[in-house]
Structure formats: C-alpha cells, structure tokens
C-alpha cells in the first residue's frame, strides 16, 4: 500500500511539474495564446498521468473503455474539491495565505484521487507492485 501510495505521488507530482513546464512553454516560447498552451499542456499531462497510474502505480488490467473514463470521472471530481476547498478556506479564514490554502486544497484533492483510483478506477484486476 505505501509503495503505490508513493508510486502515486511520484506520478502525480512528475505530471504536476509537467503541466507547469509545458504551460509555460507553450505560452512563453511557443507563443500560443494562455487558454490553448494550458489546455494543450493539460492534455499532455493528463495522459501521460493516466498511463503512467494504470500500467506503473496500480498495474491494471482493466480496459481502457472502463478505466479511461472512470479516471477522467475523478480527476474532475478532485479539481472541482480543489475549486471548493479553495473558496471554503478563503471565505471561513480569509487571513489565510494563499500557499495554505493551496495546500490544503491540494492534499485534499490528491487524496480523494488516491482513494477512489485504488478502490473505484483501478480495482478489478491489480496486481500487487513489485
């Protein structure tokens, strides 16, 4: 359990640092207008995110047909918890700093993820890591 849990973070974490590089990239340096280089950058890391946490961290089996959109299912649900653990935070302690809030936020959301990919996305067919 805690080697996926790692296997998880260092994933997620890679796709994190993957999205802001590329986001950046692609507006800084390649010139495409913010709304296209984050959109564009966040595909990239959403896919490679969702490969890497079926084949590396949970070892699925499971179709991609089943997998596929129960992953997308989730990853909108924990940006829609980052969205309201943000708002919530901010207006019951607005003397918050921003980098809390984040956080918090964050850490949330990972978590959800983490639990609902290993009992929900991933579930039918893992295999243990080795």
Known sequence: MYERAARFLV??????LLYFALAWALQARGGLQPFLATATA???SFSIAYVLQRA????????????????????ALA???????TQAIAHFYPSSS????????????????FVLSSTWVFSHVSKPPQ
């Open 98 to 113: 921003s980098m809390v809030i984040a956080a918090v936020s964050t850490i949330l959301a990972g978590s959800l993820s």
């Open 11 to 16: 994933v997620g974490m890679g796709c994190a």
């Open 42 to 44: 966040y595909l990239i």
């Open 79 to 85: 940006a829609f918890l980052t969205a309201a653990s």
């Open 56 to 75: 590396w961290t949970f070892q699925s089996e499971v179709a991609h047909t089943v997998t596929l959109t129960r992953y997308a299912a989730v990853q």
